[in-house]
């Protein structure tokens, strides 16, 4: 990923609403501590507490996504908002255009793709520079509201350690309901971009929430790693998810796999990990653990590459915090709808991939 300094954030409005946030540079706040053994994956056997329905289809293509999302179509009413990562320009990894288009179109008419501004100088930091990458790439079929191109909003955070409330694009706050399209894949700094990836990142405005999260006062642009950036965007994906629950859903496409972001779009390191299908949950954590373990569940070759990204990068601290946070379930039930919804191991979900062939 090309990274400059001059997204950073500078002036004295951005200070002042990251202070009403509750964000202090860690220099002069001693209280919050991140957690440690981000780097450690926790097998299934070792968790504890309820479960969560998880549906799973093989299916990568429009029919299959629209499939899995039927199962949780029922929770969104009213004005819907899709957040999705709609990718840098040309980007080979994002989901396919089509498919999307087909959601929409046959399954929720109305709804709208959102998306932030990005924190890093590139193709879609400012809204003109976003706009005409939308349509490089192709997202003509359905309005994309920029969420933060007519100014932010603060949204409470409720249990967190480092914020009191996140700053959002405002328009966020024009929805009734929320599908998180996830593309799940690698990522730089998170380890693994699922739904709290999408969302925290996300749906934080591109100054002055992704700065509450990436950025201590007077240090380097992405001056907060491991744990503690795993834990301010894990607060950050919390305050979206509290504002449309319970009309929220979940779905991550497995597919394309690569260690790298879709923000790094044509500079994306290749694929090397199998597809394996998508998932789909009224539980975020629940769809972004079940992710996970089926990475973790192929064979020791094909996870190697998105599993040392995962640990190297401390992103299972990611899963464990939205646990701490109570923001759903790291236990589940697998369904198998390409069977009736017939409850199926990781290990046989697995079974029939294939080396990715590009």
């Given at each position: 990923?090309?990274?400059?300094?001059?997204?950073?954030?500078?002036?004295?409005?951005?200070?002042?609403?990251?202070?009403r946030a509750g964000f202090v540079p860690s220099e002069t706040n001693a209280a919050p501590a991140p957690a440690s053994g981000g780097e450690i994956y926790i097998p299934y056997a070792d968790r504890r507490g309820p479960?969560?329905?998880?549906?799973?289809?093989?299916?990568?293509?429009?029919?299959?996504?629209?499939?899995?999302?039927?199962?949780?179509?029922?929770?969104?009413?009213?004005?819907?908002?899709?957040?999705?990562?709609?990718?840098?320009?040309?980007?080979?990894n994002i989901i396919p255009r089509p498919w999307v288009q087909e959601l929409l179109a046959h399954d929720l008419p109305g709804a709208a793709i959102v998306e932030t501004n990005a924190y890093y100088a590139g193709d879609?930091?400012?809204?003109?520079?976003?706009?005409?990458?939308?349509?490089?790439?192709?997202?003509?079929?359905?309005?994309?509201?920029?969420?933060?191109?007519?100014?932010?909003?603060?949204?409470?955070?409720?249990?967190?350690?480092?914020?009191?409330?996140?700053?959002?694009?405002?328009?966020?706050?024009?929805?009734?309901?929320?599908?998180?399209?996830?593309?799940?894949?690698?990522?730089?700094?998170?380890?693994?971009?699922?739904?709290?990836?999408?969302?925290?990142?996300?749906?934080?405005?591109?100054r002055i929430g992704k700065a509450m999260i990436h950025t201590r006062k007077g240090e380097g642009q992405w001056s907060i790693t491991a744990e503690e950036f795993m834990e301010r965007m894990t607060e950050s994906t919390?305050?979206?998810?509290?504002?449309?629950?319970?009309?929220?859903?979940?779905?991550?496409?497995?597919?394309?796999?690569?260690?790298?972001?879709?923000?790094?779009?044509?500079?994306?390191?290749?694929?090397?990990?199998?597809?394996?299908?998508?998932?789909?949950?009224?539980?975020?954590?629940?769809?972004?653990?079940?992710?996970?373990?089926?990475?973790?569940?192929?064979?020791?070759?094909?996870?190697?590459?998105?599993?040392?990204?995962?640990?190297?990068?401390?992103?299972?601290?990611?899963?464990?915090?939205?646990?701490?946070?109570?923001?759903?379930?790291?236990?589940?039930?697998?369904?198998?709808?390409?069977?009736?919804?017939?409850?199926?191991?990781?290990?046989?979900?697995?079974?029939?991939?294939?080396?990715?062939?590009?």
């Amino acid at each position: 990923m090309s990274i400059s300094r001059r997204g950073f954030v500078k002036g004295a409005a951005a200070a002042a609403a990251a202070a009403r946030a509750g964000f202090v540079p860690s220099e002069t706040n001693a209280a919050p501590a991140p957690a440690s053994g981000g780097e450690i994956y926790i097998p299934y056997a070792d968790r504890r507490g309820p479960e969560a329905d998880v549906w799973f289809t093989r299916d990568l293509s429009a029919k299959g996504l629209r499939a899995v999302f039927a199962k949780v179509a029922g929770a969104l009413k009213g004005k819907v908002a899709v957040k999705l990562h709609t990718g840098e320009k040309n980007g080979p990894n994002i989901i396919p255009r089509p498919w999307v288009q087909e959601l929409l179109a046959h399954d929720l008419p109305g709804a709208a793709i959102v998306e932030t501004n990005a924190y890093y100088a590139g193709d879609r930091d400012t809204t003109a520079k976003h706009r005409e990458t939308l349509r490089v790439n192709g997202w003509s079929f359905a309005p994309v509201d920029i969420l933060d191109e007519h100014g932010t909003a603060m949204l409470p955070v409720k249990g967190g350690k480092w914020f009191k409330e996140m700053s959002v694009g405002k328009g966020l706050l024009a929805y009734d309901s929320l599908l998180c399209l996830t593309h799940f894949k690698g990522h730089a700094m998170g380890g693994f971009g699922g739904s709290d990836k999408n969302l925290g990142i996300g749906c934080a405005d591109g100054r002055i929430g992704k700065a509450m999260i990436h950025t201590r006062k007077g240090e380097g642009q992405w001056s907060i790693t491991a744990e503690e950036f795993m834990e301010r965007m894990t607060e950050s994906t919390k305050a979206t998810v509290d504002r449309f629950a319970p009309h929220a859903a979940f779905v991550n496409v497995l597919r394309n796999m690569s260690v790298s972001c879709d923000c790094e779009g044509v500079h994306a390191q290749p694929v090397v990990t199998p597809n394996i299908g998508i998932v789909a949950s009224l539980d975020i954590l629940a769809c972004d653990q079940a992710s996970v373990d089926l990475v973790m569940a192929l064979s020791e070759k094909d996870r190697a590459a998105l599993a040392e990204r995962m640990s190297s990068r401390h992103g299972f601290r990611q899963l464990t915090y939205m646990k701490e946070l109570g923001m759903g379930c790291d236990r589940y039930r697998l369904l198998d709808i390409d069977n009736g919804d017939a409850p199926i191991q990781l290990k046989d979900a697995v079974a029939g991939v294939k080396p990715f062939a590009g």
